[in-house]
């Protein structure tokens, strides 16, 4: 069973940044499709920001330009880097790891992002 720990979250001004990372426990292996969710109060949760094996990564059309995800597989972690942050982007953020052809899905217990001043 893989645990997820997320850390970095926090209160933040607008227009600040902060980063945001996803410890595995144990190795990280490249078939993983990593991703990081979020979800605020009324809200579906919706995918921010994913990256598979290859490197491939897609973003949520509003944080496009302002995040970054990254992942390093030996160290089993996946980082997303937060700039120019907006109130909109307050929410719980949640990271996923998921291997789909063995079934495999888990996820983090969530950190709280409050942007605001």
């Known amino acids: 069973q893989v645990q997820l720990m997320e850390s970095g979250g926090g209160l933040v001004q607008p227009g600040g940044s902060l980063r945001l990372s996803c410890t595995a426990s144990g190795t990280m292996s490249s078939f993983y499709v990593m991703g990081w969710y979020r979800q605020s109060p009324g809200k579906q949760r919706e995918l921010v920001a994913q990256i598979n094996g290859a490197g491939n990564i897609n973003y949520l059309d509003s944080v496009k330009g302002r995040f970054t995800i990254s992942r390093d597989n030996a160290e089993g972690t996946v980082y997303l880097q937060m700039n120019s942050l907006k109130p909109e982007d307050t929410a719980v953020y949640y990271c996923?790891?998921?291997?789909?052809?063995?079934?495999?899905?888990?996820w983090g217990q969530g950190t709280q992002v409050t942007v605001s001043s």
């Open positions: 996923r790891q998921r291997w789909p052809t063995r079934g495999l899905d888990y």
